[in-house]
């Protein structure tokens, strides 16, 4: 199971596609001369940072899940949770799984993706309301993508819950050994994503100081 952000990633995209054939104009010149001026390097920058805010929002962020682990990657973090380690999956405003962490404590990760303003919320409501008039009772409420992708995530974890009872003594052992295992999720940074934004970040400071010296 994979969910991602297709809006976001068609304006990832879309921005990446521009700022390479305007970098490829100032530097080959496609619609004139080849520019080299302080100014255009300047811009050249400022579109290499929005192609690394464009990576870090619009294509990095996913909803990961399969029989091992849920893995929520966020503009700058990464979560990987074994669902042994999984408390709770909730989808309200956003999908959020309580975990345990490294240390033994419980945290909480909220996903970047399918993220839901109260007033979205409030709006899939009023129509849940009105097609389940319409389907004779079907509960639709809270149907929004955040709901839906919590729902699923916590179908997979019932499938994953370690079963103990079994007809087959090795496999229950093997079971009862895993669930008593301690799991732990881990939360780390990205260094793609964070270099991503801070060497373009870096290279402007270094752009303004050399311009306001010269």
């Known amino acids: 199971m994979t969910i991602r952000s297709t809006a976001g990633r068609v ?3 879309a921005w990446l596609t521009f700022a390479v054939l ?5 530097v080959f010149g496609l619609t004139g001369e080849p520019t080299y001026s302080p100014t255009a390097l300047t811009v050249g920058v400022l579109l290499l940072l929005g192609c690394g805010i464009a990576y870090t929002v619009g294509l990095r962020p996913v909803i990961r899940a399969d029989d091992d682990e849920v893995e929520v990657r966020n503009p700058l973090r990464d979560i990987r949770v074994p669902w042994a380690a999984v408390r ?5 405003n956003a999908v959020k799984i309580r975990f ?3 240390d033994g404590a419980e945290l ?3 996903a970047w993706v399918h993220q839901t303003s109260p007033r979205a919320q409030a709006k899939a409501e009023a129509r849940a309301r009105k097609e ?5 009772g079907f509960d639709l409420t809270g149907r929004t993508p955040t709901a839906y992708t919590a729902q699923r995530l916590n179908e997979i974890l ?3 819950r370690p079963k103990t009872r079994s007809g087959a003594p090795d496999k229950a052992a093997a079971a009862k050994a895993k669930a008593e295992a301690p799991a732990r999720g881990t939360v780390t940074w990205s260094v793609p994503a964070v270099a991503s934004l801070a060497v373009p970040l870096a290279a402007l400071v270094v752009v303004a100081i050399v311009g306001a010296v010269s």
């Open 132 to 136: 389940q008039a319409k389907t004779q």
């Open 88 to 92: 709770g999956i909730e989808g309200a």
């Open 108 to 110: 909480e990760a909220r």
């Open 100 to 102: 345990t962490g490294p």
């Open 158 to 160: 019932q499938r994953q």
């Open 11 to 13: 304006a990832a995209y």
């Open 22 to 26: 305007n970098i490829a104009d100032l």
